[in-house]
């Protein structure tokens, strides 16, 4: 047994070395994109503190922990990417950006229920058809929902699998006795990189609508905002009213 995991392990070196050889830039991009988490989470937390009479304990709301998941949700990201498991990054991707909605939504529907009903909550509803995720921004009371519509369309389209999917399982399946894969695609890592840009607008975007008090402090924040304009982030440059990034002139 121990020396069919010394195998794989083996495998999975040749698949990193590969993706680091052809893809370095690519996964280095994910990389860097993955401190936004993290720069968000710093002016969220301090103007969250500024009002704990109004939105209650910390611990209360289901996105505060998605929020906090989200950084090491991000992390796995990379690693997946690194070792070829793309349909599992995107796996990772899909997850964060499906309960997110449903966190907003509950947290919304139940601002001031314990968080351990709310947990219960979630359990039953979390599989069943009228809680899929546009039927619930519909139920949101938020601004520009119809642009958020259309991005989580087009984002659920990127991180769903589809006929190259299998395509490539196919051709890995053949070639690939271990199960490990076989090939680095680079243009995979570019698409991966495409839904983690789309996911964090999405995020971050429901979490301000819920709270809007951190609208000003995300404004202020240097840091942020040049995120937003180096990533294209389109909901949260029309949420913070935020100037484009310029275009170079020649």
């Known amino acids: 047994m121990l020396r069919s995991l010394d195998e794989l392990e083996e495998s999975f070196q040749s698949i990193s070395k590969k993706s680091k050889e052809e893809c370095g830039g690519k996964l280095e991009k994910i990389r860097e994109l993955t401190f936004l ?22 611990g209360n709301y289901l ?7 989200l950084l090491r949700i991000s992390g796995h990201v990379v690693f997946l990417s690194y070792k070829g498991l793309y349909r599992n990054a995107f796996d990772n991707i899909r997850y964060a950006l499906e ?17 351990a009903v709310k ?14 995720a546009i039927r619930l921004i519909d139920e949101l009371e938020i601004s520009y929902k119809d642009r958020l519509k259309t991005e989580y369309k087009k984002l659920s389209r990127m991180i769903h699998p589809s006929h190259e999917h299998f395509i490539t399982l196919w051709r890995d399946i053949k070639t690939e006795e271990q199960g490990v894969p076989t090939t680095v ?6 698409r991966i990189y495409d839904s983690m840009v789309r996911m964090y ?6 979490i ?15 840091h942020f905002v040049k995120g937003i304009r180096a990533y294209n982030l389109t909901l949260l440059t029309k949420a913070l009213s935020i100037k484009p990034r310029r275009k170079p002139t020649r």
């Open 37 to 58: 988490s993290m720069v968000f989470f710093k002016p969220y937390y301090e103007c969250y503190k500024k009002h704990t009479k109004k939105y209650g304990a910390w």
């Open 63 to 69: 996105h505060h922990a998605l929020l906090l998941e």
């Open 99 to 115: 309960s997110i909605v449903q966190a907003i939504y509950i947290d919304n529907r139940h601002p001031d229920t314990p968080l």
């Open 119 to 132: 947990i219960e909550v979630l359990k039953e509803v979390e599989d069943k058809r009228e809680y899929h």
């Open 185 to 190: 695609d680079c243009e995979e890592i570019s």
């Open 201 to 206: 607008d999405i995020f971050f975007f429901l």
């Open 208 to 222: 301000i609508n819920y709270f809007p008090e951190l609208e000003d402090s995300l404004r202020k924040d240097t």
